[in-house]
């Protein structure tokens, strides 16, 4: 079975500019969240969607939005990029709503110049 | 894949010694508490996680420990071996408000052969 995959797997953007990233989750899995993991650090919450509605965000601007299809695919889109986005921009996703057995994809790593 | 160990806690051992790795946490509500292992260029992977009315847990080749008096969390892992060395972050999880994940630090283990 495919786990978690994530697209692209590495992106360089410059600042100011906007990017989305994708991620389609486990088959069956209901659930994505979206967190960033800046380098040396553990990741950091940023939003959780379940069945197309956003049921969770973390201590992020309104520069980062989300959104879940139909299909349980998710979009990240970032806006207004600062040098401080660059980190690696993982999805995880669960079979029911809560933070529970949560599966990792590998990440897309953001570099803004 | 770029290290996402830079900065970490590194706790180095030789091939079959026990490693325990530690991690404190500060939420009091939190009731669910997981262990990640993230390699690099890979999203984390869950390895083994304890409810909060329990103190001890045991899978194969690791147990979990977890103290509430002194909010304090600890991996053991048997006979360590070279695939072990990754980055380890344990994870909380507080279903008071939002059920989200909440990470630590991290701790990057390196098991020489």
Same mark, same amino acid.
């Given at each position: 079975d495919a786990g978690v995959t994530q697209s692209p797997t590495h992106l360089i953007k410059t600042r100011g500019q906007q990017v989305t990233l994708r991620c389609s989750p486990i088959s069956g899995h209901k659930s994505v969240s979206w967190y960033q993991q800046v380098l040396g650090q553990g990741p950091q919450f940023i939003f959780q969607y379940y069945e197309k509605e956003e049921r969770g965000r973390g201590?992020?601007? !309104?520069r980062f939005s989300a959104r879940q299809f139909p299909n349980y695919s998710s979009e990240l889109n970032v806006n +207004? %990029? %600062? %040098? $401080? !986005?660059?980190a690696l921009y993982l999805c995880a996703s669960s079979f $029911?709503? $809560? +933070?529970?057995e949560q599966y990792f994809g590998p990440g897309t790593r953001l570099t803004v110049t | 894949g770029e290290s996402v160990g830079l900065h970490l806690p590194t706790l180095s051992v030789q091939e079959g010694d026990n490693s325990i790795i530690n991690c404190a946490y500060s939420n /009091?509500? /939190?009731d669910y508490f997981i262990w990640y292992k993230q390699e690099s260029g890979k999203g984390p992977q869950f390895i083994i996680d304890i409810r909060s009315n329990m103190d001890k847990r045991q899978g194969q080749r690791v147990t979990v420990l977890l103290n509430k008096t002194v909010k304090h969390l600890s991996l053991q892992i048997a006979?360590?071996?070279? @695939?072990?060395s990754a980055v380890y972050f344990c994870a909380e999880i507080d279903? /008071? @408000?939002?059920s989200t994940l909440t990470f630590g630090k991290g701790t990057m283990l390196l098991v020489s052969p």
């Open positions: 201590n992020f601007p !309104d +207004a %990029l %600062l %040098l $401080g !986005d660059s $029911g709503r $809560g +933070a529970y | /009091s509500a /939190s006979a360590t071996q070279p @695939g072990d279903n /008071s @408000g939002y």
